[in-house]
């Protein structure tokens, strides 16, 4: 018998405290992220396909063509191409190709360049209907971004 | 009475717009309650806070195929859904709104109203029988199961309130409890007894626990269970079959909260006896309601032999002794006051 009044008792109490939670719950602010109309920003680790990275001054990128990502990449994705302008004492840059779908965001090209010249972006809005929009040109990108 | 033939179409046109506006309208509030109390915004993407959400998703039921699976008993499958409409809507004819807005005053409202629930019940296990799917018997046999065993107790509170009132008549039973709260039947201190109200917040509950599981809510939703039984006896419907049940099933909320409204709550009565009116018994009601969906969205579905046990252990043993200390009370003038 007592428990029989315990179960009602402490289950009434059970289900005003489950009541006042969520009353308490319902007047808070939202937590979720309206997506499409709010694109939030991604964390500064996040890893998202590699970007090249523009010089502070003249804006071209940082890159000497030294080919080391190309062969620190286990996927073969990364395609470049550069060459030695009349006079000039560095290489510059004229084809940077990185194809996205074999890439596995390892990481190797960003740890093996040695000249700054490469990062993680943080672009995650990556969608498409066909294989050759994963096939990014990055050169184009940075010009596109500066 | 006014006999003139205006006064049944208005009022035929009246109910039926609040009936439909009831019906989709508490979706979108349905959703948007669910949404802030796991916070969340609900919808919000037709029209300005989702308005329009409903109106979309009426269309999107009513432009899809309605489909009548092999197998099914032809005329009971298409039956049902429109039986579980009807009692619903039949049953805002008798109830008052405010002393003059009542499309008939009948002198046995509260039986007739009771009577067409129990037919509402009638949609889902027509549905479900004549689905010819296993998942939905299932959900009708529990329907019933849960019907008779909660609707025991909630008459028996009915009986409670009509023998204090002396009347069957909704009217009446609303007339009698004017004048402020300690009025109301849900704790009548102004009362003739003061056991009568001390034993009536019980009784108030008693029947709106047995009103969320009559109307077949969460955490009572048995015959629905999505999670065991899909959609319960509303798995083979699609299109506006489907939608017409969950009218159904809306519109028996808002009959719930009516009758809640009137039997324990006053009816159009203001709490402070100041400007009665048909808006008192809107704001009642929609606070009612907004309680069913808060009561929705914070328990889980209960087991049907926990379900049952509640009542037939709990439920009917207190409502018998509430009916039976009312009787007393009544017989027995200046009992323990």
Redesign the interface.
Known sequence: MNE?WND?FGGAKS?AV??N???R????????E?YPHFVPRMTKRFRGHIELIPNEKTGAPNCVVCGMCQRACPSGCISLAGEKPEGAKKKVLTRYVLDFTTCSLCGSCVESCKFNAIRFSRDYNLAGTNKDDFVFDLLKRLEDKS | MDTSIWQPILYLIGIMAFAGLNAAYLGWCERK?A???????GP?EVGPYGLLQPLADGIKLMTKQLLVPQGVDGILFRVAPILAMIPAITSMVAIPFSPNIQARSIDLSVLLIFALASIGMMAVLIGGWASNNKYAMISATRAVSQNIAYEIPMLIMVITVVMMTGSMNLEDIAAKQQGGFWNWNIFPVAGESVAQALIMPVAFLIFFICSIAETNRAPFDMAEAESELIAGHMTEYGSMGFGLFMMGEYLNIVVGACLTTILFLGGWDCPLGLLPGVWWFLLKIYILIFTFI??R???PRTQIYKLLNLSW??LIPFSLGILLLTAIFIKVEGFLI
């Open positions: 029989y009602i289900l489950g009541l939670i969520t009353a719950e319902f007047f808070k602010p939202v937590v979720t309206q | 309650g949404g802030h109390v796991q916070r969340r915004i919000k808060w009561i969205w914070t328990y252990k709990v």
